[in-house]
């Protein structure tokens, strides 16, 4: 049962502002969010909408970088960590993050230039113990 009719004029004004909507939100070197980023390279965006961000400071960007929709980006374990290193997460020139992925780095994590990954790619610098498969990951060391 449809609780409503949705015509085709009604459905291209949702998409029209869905469109204008998500390029509004997307994240550029010259937002306020794209100025919290360690460096944020000219040409480069971060498309809407995200998921988790956090760290920025400790993170840097190249030009022309087009990061996907849906894509977590982390500096440490938690907002606001003092990081060892700077930068955690180096993303270089024209590199394309697919939506859905995640780059949760801890100590370096160095994406070159020119790097196209799929959809839903994790990439990470650290891992969890696994060694003892009787016990759940929650209970093993942290490397």
């Not at 022309?64 to 960590?81: K, Y």
Request: hydrophobic content about 35%; glycine content about 12%.
């Amino acid at each position: 049962m449809r609780l409503f009719k949705v015509t085709d004029a009604t459905g291209d004004l949702f998409d029209t502002i869905w469109r204008w909507f998500t390029a509004s939100a997307a994240i550029g070197p010259k937002s306020r969010r794209g100025k919290k980023f360690g460096k944020f390279g000219t040409g480069s965006i971060i498309l809407f909408p995200t998921t988790t961000i956090f760290n920025e400071n400790y993170i840097h960007i190249g030009k022309d970088t087009m990061i996907g929709e849906h894509v977590a980006l982390s500096a440490g374990m938690m907002p606001g960590q003092k990081c060892l290193t700077n930068p955690v997460v180096k993303i270089g020139d024209r590199c394309l993050i697919g939506r859905g992925s995640g780059i949760v780095g801890h100590l370096s994590i160095d994406i070159g230039d020119d790097v196209w990954t799929g959809h839903h790619v994790y990439i990470t610098d650290q891992s969890h113990g696994y060694l003892d498969i009787s016990k759940p990951i929650s209970h093993q060391s942290q490397p």
